[in-house]
């Protein structure tokens, strides 16, 4: 298994500055993503990965505890769906108050005593005017799960009382991906999923259940997602000095999809 070490080893040795949060959108990691493809995963584990001293958390969870207000007013506004353009966002928020974060592309699933009720995957075909299958949400450490759309999702899934903003923390360990995690029930027994890939990146950047009262969402990812406008074009959004469901149209689009 790799360790912090190895990744920021790996990530120096390429020419990239790790001092500051928002870095794989620098010069320096966007040329040497173009010669090694799976470089937003190897920072994603960075992220994950990296030591985090009590100051820092406190400052993580003070910008979060400031931000989700902001966020569930922001993604009523957004309208349904924009898990990706919203998650995007999130990320870049963050970012801009010295936070480290990665988004995730992957499957979420609702469930509770009774077993799965609902959900997104990422082995399914496209309807309802969707643009991507699955699910997008954001990892900043020490939280694994920063989720402001899935409550605004089309379908069963609005009839489901889960929180605005889904906040988990910690990881499922070991974790081993089924079918059932990544197949939509309507596609199980035409799809054929390599969940050897999928179970790859679930060890790198981890598996997550949070507890929603009496429902449980699962989350397992498929890919590390990334936009390709820089930090500093985001300008006043992300002040909040200017409409930010204008910056989520605008700018929340990915150009960089890894998995």
């Avoid at 799965?116 to 799960?145: I, K, M, N, Q, R």
Wanted: hydrophobic share 40%.
């Amino acid at each position: 298994m790799a360790t912090f070490a190895t990744f920021d080893k790996t990530l120096r040795s390429l020419g990239i500055d790790t001092s500051t949060s928002g870095f794989q959108n620098s010069a320096a990691f966007m040329e040497a993503e173009s010669k090694h493809p799976r470089l937003l995963e190897l920072f994603a584990a960075w992220v994950k990965l990296r030591a985090r001293s009590l100051d820092y958390e406190h400052q993580v969870q003070s910008t979060v505890s400031t931000l989700i207000p902001q966020l569930n007013t922001i993604a009523a506004g957004a309208g349904h769906g924009r898990c990706q353009d919203l998650a995007v966002f999130t990320c870049r928020l963050l970012e801009a108050r010295g936070v480290f974060a990665f988004i995730l592309k992957g499957s979420v699933t609702v469930s509770d005593e009774t077993g799965d009720l609902t959900g997104f995957h990422a082995l399914d075909d496209l309807d309802h005017g969707a643009t991507a299958t699955g699910h997008f949400w954001v990892v900043a450490p020490p939280y694994s799960v920063l989720d402001a759309s899935l409550s605004r999702q089309r379908g069963y899934i609005s009839k489901v009382d889960v929180p605005e903003t889904v906040v988990g923390s910690g990881y499922q360990a070991s974790y081993r991906v089924t079918e059932a995690d990544v197949v939509a029930p309507r596609m199980r027994g035409r799809m054929r999923p390599d969940l050897a890939d999928f179970q790859r990146l679930t060890d790198l950047v981890g598996a997550v259940r949070v507890d929603c009262g009496r429902f449980q969402v699962r989350y397992i990812p498929s890919g590390v997602v990334e936009s390709d406008t820089p930090l500093e074009e985001w300008g006043d959004y992300l002040n909040l000095g200017a409409s930010p469901q204008e910056a989520v149209l605008r700018f929340g689009s990915t150009g960089r999809v890894l998995g």
